[in-house]
């Protein structure tokens, strides 16, 4: 209702394959991205964790990030991320996990390609995300299998997103 009401339109849903994915939201150039993929997030009715700075985990704040699915991630520290991904699905586990590729809300010169590395070691699918500030459109691709050949993968994730415009246009680069 709150994306409604501030002009926003959601489309696609989580259903059928999309049950367990790797979901990347880009652009990330603003805090307000956040606040707009939580209540995105409500509206497709799913329990999507996301990963998030460690430093976000402060005491009075840290509850919050907990509860509404942050996984702290040490940048710094190589980590079992995938590891446990695995065991989660292993268990039968539904699993939906939010990487935000750009890694920053400031402009980078290249995406983080955590998330391809993980959809394959996982066997998981991923799904682009978009926010388009200009449109006031949350849309989401059809289902991505990488297939090991990131440069051919690439193309397909660059095509998605290549018309998105960011809330701070200068600090989105499509240039993964």
């Known amino acids: 209702m709150l994306l409604k009401l501030r002009g926003w339109k959601v489309q696609g849903d989580y259903s059928g394959e999309k049950r367990s994915c790797i979901i990347i ?3 990330h150039t603003s ?4 606040v707009w ?3 995105a997030r409500s509206s497709y009715r799913i329990r999507a964790k ?26 710094s520290k190589k980590n079992d991320l995938t590891q446990t991904l695995k065991n989660w699905l292993e268990q039968g586990k539904e699993l939906k996990i939010v990487f935000t590729p750009e890694g ?8 983080k390609t ?11 699918p991923i799904v682009m995300q978009s926010m388009d500030y200009k449109k006031r459109v949350i849309a989401q691709s059809e289902l991505l299998y990488p297939t090991g050949d990131w440069e ?4 397909k994730i660059i095509e998605f997103y290549k018309d998105v ?12």
Not at 57 to 75: E, L, N, Q, S
Not at 104 to 111: C, F, L
Not at 152 to 155: A, L, S, T
């Open 25 to 27: 939201v880009a652009p």
């Open 31 to 34: 805090q307000w991205d956040f």
């Open 37 to 39: 993929g939580l209540l």
């Open 50 to 75: 996301y990963l998030i700075k460690k430093s976000f985990f402060k005491p009075g704040i840290a509850w919050f990030f907990r509860w509404t699915g942050g996984i702290p991630v040490d940048r």
């Open 104 to 111: 920053t809300r400031s402009k980078s010169e290249r995406w």
């Open 114 to 124: 955590g998330f391809y590395w993980t959809a394959i070691d996982t066997g998981l």
């Open 152 to 155: 051919e993968d690439k193309k």
């Open 165 to 176: 415009t960011a809330k701070h246009p200068s600090k989105f680069s499509v240039d993964i």
